[in-house]
């Protein structure tokens, strides 16, 4: 019902910078909270960022400052600026949007950072 896919993954040097996106479809709306999750091997999934209908953000510890959600409802997309990559931002990440019964999930993209 709900489709997410994710772009924009690549490889990088530290201290460089990509930009994820996420295009949804479906029967999603502009009022959903999206999130940015990622997963490193061997580690948990862990939240990254999450921006709400009406634009509110927020950042784990680990990158704010450094990374920005954003969203452009028109389009049904979501967007995450990544800056000043580390090699420990290296992970799968993946979109997500919320739902009152749970999250729908993209694919994934992966990002790779080199020291």
């Known amino acids: 019902q709900v489709q997410l896919v994710e772009s924009g993954g690549g490889s990088v040097q530290a201290g460089g910078s990509l930009r994820l996106s996420c295009a949804a479809s479906?029967?999603?709306?502009?009022?959903?909270?999206m999130g940015w999750y990622r997963q490193a091997p061997g580690k948990q999934r862990e939240l990254v960022a999450t921006?709400?209908?009406?634009?509110?953000?927020s950042y784990a510890d680990s990158v704010k400052g450094r990374f920005t959600i954003s969203r452009d409802n028109a389009k049904n997309s979501v967007y995450l600026q990544m800056n000043s990559l580390k090699p420990e931002d290296t992970a799968v990440y993946y979109c997500?949007?919320?739902?009152?019964?749970?999250?729908?999930w993209g694919q994934g993209t992966q990002v790779t950072v080199s020291s």
């Open positions: 921006i709400s209908g009406g634009g509110s953000t």
């Open positions: 479906g029967r999603i709306f502009s009022d959903n909270t």
């Open positions: 997500a949007a919320s739902f009152r019964l749970g999250n729908y």
